[in-house]
Antibody, heavy 122, light 107 residues
């Protein structure tokens, strides 16, 4: 059974940093791209970042580019999101999502975790 | 970036109703369109990929259609477990973008 489980969320002050982790199981981790998607309170889903199977290619939404860094450790079947210079607008539930392919046209987010809440507030 | 617009933003319906929502892309995305369902406090779930292909395990009352810029998701007979929010998402290009969602509420 495919499972992805996020951790690392919490309360952080504006300007602070946080690292999210996503532990994956039930599939061959290094065969699929992975992604982060967030949902701010009262808003819809927003794609944040994605990473290729090997980790050599990374992709970011403009809203987080230069502040967030996605990475993966294929030996540990784990995805990460390092978040720096956080602002109140980054407050959201962050979801780890398995991509159905290698990150190419036509892929979907076929499995999602339950999410981890990040709250940026003083 | 490709903008995805969903309508309506919410609708009220009864069990057994046939409901249809729409999603419009700001430019042609061929059939690179996915639909997700999200219930409160739960993870999103992939329902339809490539505009009309039912994801494994999803009930056949869900169907999708469209190509280019205009897409629809139809639930043929609304069930109690279908009251949720529904999002479309384009997989044509990066950044991937989602529509604002349609919330289906009980009438």
């Amino acid at each position: 059974e495919v499972q992805v489980l996020e951790s690392g969320g919490g309360l952080v002050q504006p300007g602070g940093s946080l690292r999210l982790s996503c532990a994956a199981s039930g599939f061959t981790f290094n065969s699929y791209a992975m992604s982060w998607v967030r949902r701010a309170p009262g808003k819809g889903l927003e794609w944040v970042s994605a990473i290729s199977r090997s980790g050599s290619n990374t992709y970011y939404a403009d809203s987080v580019k230069g502040r967030f860094t996605i990475s993966r450790d294929n030996s540990k079947n784990t995805l990460y999101l390092q978040m720096n210079s956080l602002t109140a607008e980054d407050t959201a539930v962050y979801y780890c999502a398995k991509v159905s392919g290698r990150w190419s046209r036509g892929d979907s987010f076929d499995y999602w975790g339950q999410g981890t809440l990040v709250t940026v507030s003083s | 970036d490709i903008q995805m617009t969903q309508s309506p933003s919410s609708l009220s319906a009864s069990v057994g109703d046939r409901v249809t929502f729409t999603c419009r892309a700001s430019q042609s995305i061929d059939t690179f369109l996915n639909w997700y369902q999200q219930k409160p406090g739960k993870a999103p779930k992939l329902l339809i990929h490539d505009a009309s292909s039912l994801q494994s395990g999803v009930p056949s009352r869900f169907s999708g259609s469209g190509s280019g810029t205009d897409f629809t998701l139809t639930i043929s007979s609304l069930q109690p477990e279908d009251f949720a929010s529904y999002y479309c998402q384009q997989s044509y290009t990066t950044p991937r973008t989602f529509g604002g969602g349609t919330k289906v509420e009980i009438k």
